[in-house]
């Protein structure tokens, strides 16, 4: 089996690749570094020609308004090019990601949708770190607990996904970690591994958003993303779900041993 797999370079894709190469599937990387753009529709056939099934997830925040659009006529144009299985990354409790979700649902194809909690990874990969490595994290959590997965276990459930036949077709998976953490529980463990203090500084979405466009995100862009926020924290994710040990027959990664790995390859040193 053929699957592409977008988003190759980044978080999840990068484990969806190598976990898909270790059950033995063909891996087709896809990102801006191999060709593959997703505003560049020019470049979809070339990545979509001969492969079975697709790993999609969209680099903009799912619940984007432009995100629905293209994944819509990426799954369409997969469709066309005989893609059977489409496996959509998705923001768990996230309303405004349901376009991108029904545009999936409505391809034709077998389709999987994988509502992800928060990633215990965006403490080491992407753009908190650079906070982080100041000594702080500046967010708008305020002490509402989520249940952080480690992307691996998303890499994992997605390969079961496309390997199990039509198993998983039609079907929403909400994936989280074995347990709930307010942001300032889970720096305080980081802090402990890592033998350093890193404070958590609450701030209002709104206050956020005003941060990001001070880093030159568009305005437009920032409204988008304080109005996910102020829902997407306000306590609706804090309960864990079975979805992973349903699937993979196992207990999610702890967060202790996502820490305790990064903290020992030296993410959060001094
Ligand atoms: N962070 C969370 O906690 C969380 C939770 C649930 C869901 N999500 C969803 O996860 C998605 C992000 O996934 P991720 O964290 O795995 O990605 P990521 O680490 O942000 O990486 C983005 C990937 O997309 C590629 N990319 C960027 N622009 C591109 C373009 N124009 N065309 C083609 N490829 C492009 C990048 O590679 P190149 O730069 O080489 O192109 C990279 O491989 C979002 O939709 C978000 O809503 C996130």
């Known amino acids: 089996m053929t699957v592409l797999v977008t988003g190759a370079s980044g978080r999840t894709g990068s484990r969806v690749a190598a976990a898909a190469q270790a059950a033995g599937l063909t891996v087709r990387a896809a990102s801006r570094a191999t060709g593959f753009d997703w505003a560049d529709r020019s470049t979809w056939a070339a990545a979509l020609r001969g492969a079975d099934a697709a ?42 990601a349901r376009p991108a979700e029904e545009a999936v649902e409505a391809s034709g194809a077998d389709w999987t949708v994988v509502r992800a909690a928060w990633f215990a990874q965006n403490f080491s990969e992407g753009p908190l ?32 996904a496309l390997t199990a036949g039509d198993r998983y077709a039609s079907r929403t998976l909400e994936l989280t970690g074995p347990r709930p953490l307010s942001f300032r529980e889970a720096l305080a463990e980081i802090s402990k591994a890592a ?10 979405a709104r206050e956020y958003g005003e941060a990001l466009t001070g880093f030159g ?54």
């Open 55 to 96: 790993y999609l997830m969209h680099p903009a925040d799912i619940g984007h308004p432009s995100a629905a659009g293209a994944i819509g006529a990426l799954a369409g144009e997969a469709v066309a090019h005989g893609v059977r299985h489409l496996v959509l990354l998705s923001g768990r409790g996230e309303d405004q």
């Open 129 to 160: 770190v650079e906070g982080l490595r100041q000594g702080e994290l500046v967010f708008p959590a305020g002490e509402v607990a989520e249940p952080f997965i480690d992307v691996r276990d998303i890499a994992d459930v997605v390969v079961a």
């Open 195 to 204: 033998g350093r203090d890193f404070a958590y500084i609450p701030v209002s």
């Open 217 to 270: 995100i568009p305005p437009e862009e920032a409204a988008v993303l304080i109005e996910i926020f102020e829902t997407l924290l306000d306590g609706r994710n804090s309960h864990v779900t079975a979805d992973v040990r349903e699937v993979l027959g196992r207990e999610p990664r702890d967060f202790a041993d996502f820490v305790a790995e990064a903290a020992a390859a030296g993410t959060w040193g001094v």
